[in-house]
C-alpha cells in the first residue's frame, strides 16, 4: 500500500521519518525496553523525553527566557475559555473576528467577561484580515488567530498594542518566524503542523501567570501546569513524545527560517497555478493569501464536487474545503512535501485541459 498525499486541514499528514520513527520505537524505546505510551510519566525516561521537547521547541522558536512552554490537553479550543480565566484581570478583552475560530473564541470570552470586538471580517466571509486598530485602553489582551484554517488567510504584519498579544497559531505555528517578544502568549492545537489532536502547545510570557480567576478549574491554570511541568494530572504522554519527534524533524531540516522558505514556495505553485486557471480561482484578497491553508473554488457546486471526486481518485485526499464554505481547500503545512504540491497542480492543470 502506498501512502497518498494527504490534504487535510486537521488531523493532518505527519512527517515520513517521524512516522518511522515512532514506528520503530513503538515496541521499545531505546534501551527501555517498553513503549513510550506504556511509560509512566514520572519517571526519568519519560521526564527526557518531555525536557527536550520543551527545549527543542524554545530553540526553534527562539523563545526568550521570560517565557515558559507547556503541553495542555483539549486542543485549542480549551484555551478560547482559558485565555479569558487566565487573563481576564480587570474584565474586558479586545478580539480580532477574523474567522470561524477567531469567532468561537471571542463568543466564548462573553462568558467570562467583557469583549470588545475591535476588528472584523465577517460581514465580507472572511475573505481578509480586516485593519487592527481602536485598541481599548487597558485591556487584560488583544486576541488574534494568525491563520485561519478554513478561509485560508494569514496576518502579513503583527498588530502592535500595549496590551499583551495573544495569538491562537493552530494552523501555522513554525511555519514562518515571528519574533516571540511580540506576543504575550501563544497556543496551538498540535494537529496540524505538530501531531496528534489533543495536544495544546503553550507559550506564556512569566509575568502573565498567577491571574487565574478563582473559579478556573485547576486544571486550565496555567501557572499551576507551569509549576507541574504540564503533569498536574497526566499528560498526553504519547503527544508529547510525537511532538518531539517533529522537533527533532524540523531541527535536521533546518529549522522554521528553511521551513519558511519551502512554505513560501509551495505556497506560490499552488496560487500560480489557480491565477493562471479559468477553472479555479481564490476568492481571498491575494495579500492575505494563507501559505498553509489554500481554499479555492469553481463557482459551481457540481463542479467542485466533480473535481473533490476526481482528485481523490487520483490518490489527492481530503481538498474538499470545509462545510462552512465549501469549494476546495489544499492544506499544505510543513510535512506536506513539494512533491505533493506539485502532484496536485499537474492534476489540475491536466483535469482542466480535459474539462475544455
Ligand atoms: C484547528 C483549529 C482550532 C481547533 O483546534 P482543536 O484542537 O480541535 O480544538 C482552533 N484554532 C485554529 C486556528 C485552528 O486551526
Not at 526553534?60 to 515558559?68: G, K, Q, T
Not at 467583557?114 to 481602536?134: F, G
Not at 524533524?249 to 506560490?268: C, F, P, T
Not at 481538498?319 to 497542480?345: D, F, Q, T
Request: glycine share 8%; net charge neutral; with cysteine.
Amino acid at each position: 500500500m502506498e501512502r497518498v498525499y494527504n490534504f487535510a486541514a486537521g488531523p493532518s499528514t505527519l512527517a515520513l521519518p517521524v512516522l518511522e520513527r515512532a514506528q520503530k520505537e513503538m515496541l521499545c524505546y531505546g534501551s527501555t525496553g517498553m513503549s513510550v505510551m506504556e511509560m509512566t510519566h514520572r519517571s526519568k525516561m519519560y521526564t527526557d523525553i518531555y525536557d527536550a521537547a520543551v527545549a527543542e521547541l524554545k530553540t526553534l522558536m527562539a523563545i526568550p527566557d521570560n517565557y515558559e512552554v507547556i503541553f495542555m490537553q483539549g486542543g485549542a479550543t480549551l484555551q478560547f475559555s482559558g485565555v479569558p480565566l487566565n487573563m481576564m484581570v480587570k474584565g474586558v478583552a479586545d478580539y480580532v473576528d477574523s474567522g470561524n475560530f477567531a469567532h468561537l473564541a471571542a463568543e466564548e470570552a462573553k462568558r467570562y467577561g467583557q469583549v470588545n470586538v475591535i476588528a472584523s471580517s465577517r460581514e465580507d466571509n472572511y475573505t481578509y484580515i480586516p485593519e487592527v486598530k481602536n485598541f481599548t485602553e487597558g485591556a487584560d489582551y488583544v486576541y488574534i488567530t494568525t491563520n485561519n484554517t478554513i478561509y485560508g488567510t494569514r496576518y502579513t504584519a503583527i498588530p502592535k498594542c500595549a496590551s499583551p498579544l495573544v495569538a491562537d497559531m493552530s494552523s501555522n505555528i513554525l511555519s514562518e518566524v515571528y519574533n516571540m517578544n511580540d506576543f504575550g502568549v501563544v497556543f496551538a492545537g498540535a494537529q496540524k503542523n505538530i501531531g496528534p489532536s489533543g495536544l495544546c502547545i503553550m507559550i506564556i510570557r512569566k509575568d502573565l501567570l498567577g491571574n487565574a480567576m478563582p473559579a478556573c478549574p485547576k486544571l486550565m491554570d496555567w501557572k499551576v501546569e507551569v509549576e507541574k511541568g504540564s503533569m498536574y494530572n497526566t499528560p498526553n504522554t504519547w503527544g508529547i513524545y510525537m511532538a518531539k519527534l517533529t522537533f527533532d524533524w524540523l531541527i535536521e531540516n533546518g529549522g522554521v527560517a528553511e521551513m519558511e522558505k519551502r512554505n513560501i514556495e509551495k505556497a506560490k505553485l499552488l496560487y500560480d497555478c489557480i491565477d493562471n486557471s479559468k477553472l479555479f480561482k481564490n476568492t481571498v484578497k491575494p495579500e492575505f493569501r494563507s501559505r498553509m491553508n489554500v481554499t479555492f473554488v469553481t463557482g459551481d457546486k457540481d463542479k467542485d464536487e466533480a473535481f473533490v471526486k476526481a482528485a481523490t481518485a487520483a490518490g489527492l485526499m481530503n481538498i474538499k474545503g470545509h462545510r462552512a464554505v465549501g469549494g476546495m481547500r489544499a492544506s499544505i503545512y510543513n510535512a506536506m512535501p513539494i512533491e505533493g504540491v506539485k502532484a496536485l497542480v499537474d492534476f489540475m492543470q491536466k483535469y482542466e485541459a480535459q474539462a475544455k
